[in-house]
């Protein structure tokens, strides 16, 4: 705003006026402060925003990459074990037994180990206090052993899901063959016939997606 006060031919001489003034009243001031104010509060909670959907978006993006993965890796290694047996003492046992909480067949090498050969595989949930995690164990397969070797002995472990709530398997198919087929909490390895499906029920923590049921299919094909 701009004040300017001319001196008129009969006014008074010049010592009696106030020279030409500019700028701007207290008034204007304050209100471009009040403005400037609300502008830098919008653009700190836009930008505030912004940075959390930018955080939120890669941790939904890296458990989507997650749940790939170990559904990759799952369905790859089930599709792979074999229907073999042990005989002892006229016992026959398949070299397979479920759990609620653990499995253990016979594959091949995993990919990334990089030798070849036969591998005992252990998918096992491993729980503490307050959380559980999906944990996969494998070692190299001794045919001089009838059955699977103990739990002590050496062996590789990879860590494929943590903080879980809770995780569990069941089993679909016949353990006698001439029954009908259905879902079973454990199958024990001298059921005539391996199953036919797995299924992995992983429950998530308040601060992660829901996993979806895991089924994986089994190509064994064999009764005793």
């Given at each position: 705003?701009?004040a300017c006060v001319t001196q008129p031919r009969h006014a008074a001489p010049p010592h009696a006026t106030r020279p030409c ?178 299924r992995a029920r992983l429950v998530a923590n308040d601060a992660q997606r829901p996993w979806p049921e895991l089924v994986l ?8």
């Amino acid at each position: 705003m701009i004040a300017c006060v001319t001196q008129p031919r009969h006014a008074a001489p010049p010592h009696a006026t106030r020279p030409c003034e500019a700028g701007f009243t207290l008034l204007e001031v304050l209100v471009a402060m009040v403005i400037l104010s609300l502008i830098m509060t919008t653009a700190f909670g836009a930008l505030r925003m912004g940075e959390r959907s930018w955080e939120a978006g890669l941790a939904r993006a890296g458990e989507t990459e997650t749940l790939r993965t170990v559904s990759r890796v799952l369905q790859h290694q089930f599709k792979q074990i074999l229907p073999l047996f042990w005989i002892e003492d006229a016992q026959i046992t398949i070299a397979f037994s479920g759990a609620r909480e653990q499995l253990r067949f016979i594959a091949p090498a995993p990919l990334h180990h990089g030798s070849t050969g036969l591998f005992e595989y252990s998918l096992v949930v491993e729980a503490d206090a307050d959380t559980s995690r999906l944990v996969l164990y494998y070692r190299l397969h001794d045919p001089d052993i009838s059955g699977f070797q103990p739990d002590n002995s050496d062996k590789q472990r990879v860590l494929l899901v943590d903080a879980l709530n809770t995780a569990s398997f069941d089993y679909y198919g016949s353990p006698v063959a001439e029954d009908p087929p259905q879902w079973h909490s454990h199958w024990n390895s001298d059921a005539e016939t391996y199953p036919q499906l797995v299924r992995a029920r992983l429950v998530a923590n308040d601060a992660q997606r829901p996993w979806p049921e895991l089924v994986l299919a089994l190509h064994t094909g064999l009764a005793k």
